[in-house]
C-alpha cells in the first residue's frame, strides 16, 4: 500500500534558509548553520521527501541557489524537489542538474503555461509539482502568484483545475494565512475540491507539531504533509515527531 | 569495479552517482561514448521523462547498438532504474506505440486500475522472493521510492526470470531479473538504506 509521505521545506533567500511567517521571510541561517542544525544525511531518516524553494522577493540568483542546493543534498538519499523562480528550461535544467529530483512550478502556471507544457513533456509530469499559494479573503480561497504577492481574478478549485489540465504530476497547496504560524493545517481546503483531483496532494502551511501532521496525514484525500517550520522541528524534532506517528499506526515509512 | 552510468541526456544522473560513490564503487562513468562503455565492468541505464523522447536520444547517439552488443552479446551486467527499466522492452503505449530496446519480452502501458491517483508517487512496498538476487539480505515490507504513471508487464512465456510486485490499486511489477539484466520501476538511488543496498547486491550478484 502506497504510504502517506512527510515532506520537509527549506525556503531560501539569497545565501540564507528562512522562516516564513505569512510569507514574511525571517533569515535564520546558512548552509553550515543548516549542517550544523539538521545534518541532513542523519534526518533523512525521518522524511520522506525534501523541498527547497527559493522565495528571494528580488533578484533570484539561480545560480547561488543552485549550488546550495548541490551542497545540501549530498549523501541524502531522499527524492529532493526544487523551485522558485523557474522561468526558462534552462532554469529548469539547472536545478535537475544540481542535483533536483523534481522541480517546483509556481507563477509561470499562471504566467506561461507553454513553458509548463514544455516541462512536462520534456522531463514528465511525475517530475513536475505544482505549488499554488493561497489565502482565504472573506471565506472564499483566492489564489497568489510571485511569492504570494498578486492576487488572481480566479478561484482556487477552478485553478487548480486548470492547473490539473498542464499534465503537471503533483499539487502543493499552501495556505498563506496558516504559514508559519504553528496553528495546524487548514483542514477544510481538501472539501470541496479533493473529488476533481487524480493526482497527489500535498498540503502545506501551519505545522507545528506531531499531531498537526496527524490531522493532516488522517484526510483521505491527501497524499503528503509539509512542514517548512524551522523553529519546531529544530534538532530531532522531526525523529520524534515521525516515531510517534508510527507508534499511533500511520501508514508512513519505516527505515532500519 | 568500473561502473558506467549511460547519459543519453533524461534524468537525474547526480543521485544515482552519489548514490553509487556512497557505498564505495572506485570508478564511476558517465558516459554515451562505446570505448568508456565497452571497459565498464557494469552498466547502469537510468531515466525520467518521456519513452519516446529517450528512444530518440538513444538512437541519435548510437546506444542502441553499443547497448545492444554490451548486454545481448557480451552479456555485461545492466540495471535499469525506472524508465531505464521500460526501456529495455520491446515496446511502450507512451504517446501511441513506440519500440524500445527489445532486451526483454515485455511491454509498457499507462496505469488501468480503478481508484488510483496517477501518476503513482511515494514510498511503497515491495514483495520478492528468496531467490531473487537483488534483494539479498532485505526484508519485507520494504520500502521504495516509485515515481511513474506507466508500468512494465513481462510476456507469460519467459521462463527463469525472477520478478517482484507491488500493490497499487492491484499488483504490478516492481523488478525483473534475467541472466545478466536487472530492472526496478522504483527509484533505489531515493530510497534510503533499503535502496543503498540493492544497489550493493547488484554491484555484488550480477
Known sequence: MLRKRII?????????????????????????????NYKFNEIAFSLDELIVLNASKENKNMLEFANNLTKLVHNVFIPVAAGGGIRTLEDAKLLFDSGADKIVLNTVLFTNTNLVKDLVKLYGSQSIIASIDYKKINDKNRVFVKNGTDELDIDLSEYINKVISLEIGEIYLNSINRDGTGFGYDLDIM??????INIPVIIAGGAGNEEHLAQGLKIETVSAVATANLFNFIGDGLTKAKKILIQSNFNVTQWR | MKVVIIDYGMGNIQSIQGALKYIGVDEILVSNQESKISKADKIILPGVGSFTKAMQNIKNLGLDKILKTEVMVNKKPILGICLGMQLMTKNSTEDGFNLGLNFIDGSVDKFNFNNIKIPHVGFNQVSFNNQSKLYKDLVEPCDFYFTHSYKVDINSDVTNINLSTCDYGDNFLASYEFENIAAVQFHPELSQTNGLQLLNNFMKNF
Open chain 1, 191 to 196: 472539501e470541496g475540491i479533493s473529488k476533481n
Open chain 1, 8 to 36: 520537509f521545506t527549506l525556503i531560501y533567500d539569497s545565501g540564507f534558509f528562512n522562516q516564513s511567517r505569512n510569507f514574511r521571510l525571517q533569515k535564520v541561517g546558512n548552509i553550515k548553520w543548516l549542517e550544523k
